[in-house]
Nanobody, 127 residues
Framework: QVHLAESGGGSVQAGGSLRLSCTVS??????????MGWVRQVPGKDREGVAA???????SYADSVKGRFTISKDNAKTTLYLHMDSLKPEDSAMYYC???????????????????WGQGTQVTVSS
């Protein structure tokens, strides 16, 4: 019903920038009415919610990325973005686009679990 496709990952030196994009295809025609976010994961570690944006455009960020990352969306293009500045080696991870959780936010727990996920795009930051 909902297909998410990420792009824009790659390798960059510390201090650099990248912009991730996530194109959304929603057979229900419901794009824009639910929360979307970016989640990252490093092998062997738990997933970390990075940023989320609800249907009103209200955003939330993990403390580790506040002031450096910006989440946004273009409803006309049904695309979600994550602009990442001042990248650090610890930002290296697989980044996933995700959509439509019961509750919008970065909190732990099943209520914040997204129902739809993309395949992920790798971000590698070298020192």
């Amino acid at each position: 019903q909902v297909h998410l496709a990420e792009s824009g990952g790659g390798s960059v030196q510390a201090g650099g920038s990248l912009r991730l994009s996530c194109t959304v295809s929603d057979a229900r025609g419901a794009y824009g009415r639910y929360c979307m976010g970016w989640v990252r994961q490093v092998p062997g570690k738990d997933r970390e919610g990075v940023a989320a944006i609800d249907h009103t455009g209200t955003t939330s960020y993990a403390d580790s990325v506040k002031g450096r990352f910006t989440i946004s969306k273009d409803n006309a293009k049904t695309t979600l973005y994550l602009h990442m500045d001042s990248l650090k080696p610890e930002d290296s991870a697989m980044y996933y686009c995700a959509a439509d959780p019961p509750l919008c936010g970065l909190g732990p727990g099943s209520l914040y679990e997204y129902n739809y996920w993309g395949q992920g795009t790798q971000v590698t930051v070298s020192s």
